[in-house]
């Protein structure tokens, strides 16, 4: 399970990305829902996580999860499920403002999370705007419950870098061939292929692309199209990338 393959699913972040204007997210009414299953579930949405490429074969850390920065009056949704499909975590956060978001907590369950890989725990953040004037917990919820893809920008995590490197798509295709593309200002095309490994309970395409540092943070659009022989349907999402050194 812990093979040179899991290198290609690495993307957790890692200690030492401290940025220099850091906030913290804190789950809306101060409870993180999560659990452990005793049979594996699938991932319910067609992405499952997005992320940096950190260092594989480390444990994870769940004290260091960090995403790009949110609009401080925005819900954050956090969905995040293990590679064996057993542990599931859905959970709408608060932000502050900063460059990077520290989640604070990720999980009650912590010393259970370390007993996975890093690359083991997908995680699955967008920011979505807050109904009301004066959001409550239970609207987060039901906001992030409601979300669709149209109106989501996805804040993916970050690894121990000084910036943007390889960006690491995890979706369920349902057994599609997915093509992936990333648009503004430039294109990047998107390498997608189905994992070396034969466990495909949570993800079964994994998406590449090398994306160059940028001064500043910018919103790009993340283009996945599906094909299952017969016709092809297309998913935009938008998703803001940390400037170089955020």
């Known amino acids: 399970m812990r093979s040179t393959v899991a290198a290609l699913l690495a993307i957790m972040a890692m200690p030492g990305i401290v940025a220099a204007q850091e906030g913290h997210a804190v789950p809306a009414g101060g409870k993180v829902s999560e659990g452990f299953d ?11 996580g997005v992320g940096f490429r950190a260092a594989a074969g480390l444990a994870f850390d769940p004290a ?22 057993l542990y599931w975590m859905r959970t709408p956060y608060e ?24 690359e083991e725990i997908a995680i699955y953040a967008f920011e979505i705007s807050a109904s009301g004037p004066a959001p409550t917990a239970e609207s987060r919820a039901a ?17 121990a870098t000084d910036g943007p490197g390889e960006l690491v798509v995890l979706v369920n295709s349902g057994n599609r061939r997915v093509q992936g593309r ?21 993800y079964d395409r994994i998406c590449t692309a090398e994306v160059a540092p940028a001064p500043d943070p910018r ?18 999402y938008d998703i803001r990338l940390p400037g170089n050194g955020s």
């Open 143 to 159: 906001d992030c419950l409601a979300a669709r893809d149209e109106a989501v920008t996805v804040l993916p995590v970050l690894a």
């Open 64 to 85: 260091q999860v960090r995403l790009a920065g949110a609009a401080e009056d925005a819900t954050i949704c956090v969905r995040a499920i293990s590679r064996d499909g």
């Open 219 to 236: 919103v790009m659009e993340l283009e996945l199209t599906f094909d299952d022989g017969l016709t092809k349907a297309t998913k935009a």
């Open 38 to 48: 005793p049979t594996a579930r699938v991932a319910g949405s067609r992405i499952v």
């Open 182 to 202: 990333l648009k503004g200002g430039s294109e990047i095309e998107l390498r997608c292929a189905p994992p070396e490994s034969t466990e495909r309970i949570a």
């Open 95 to 118: 932000p502050e403002a900063g460059k990077t978001l520290l989640l604070s907590p990720f999980t009650l369950l912590p010393d259970r999370l370390r007993a996975y890989a890093v």
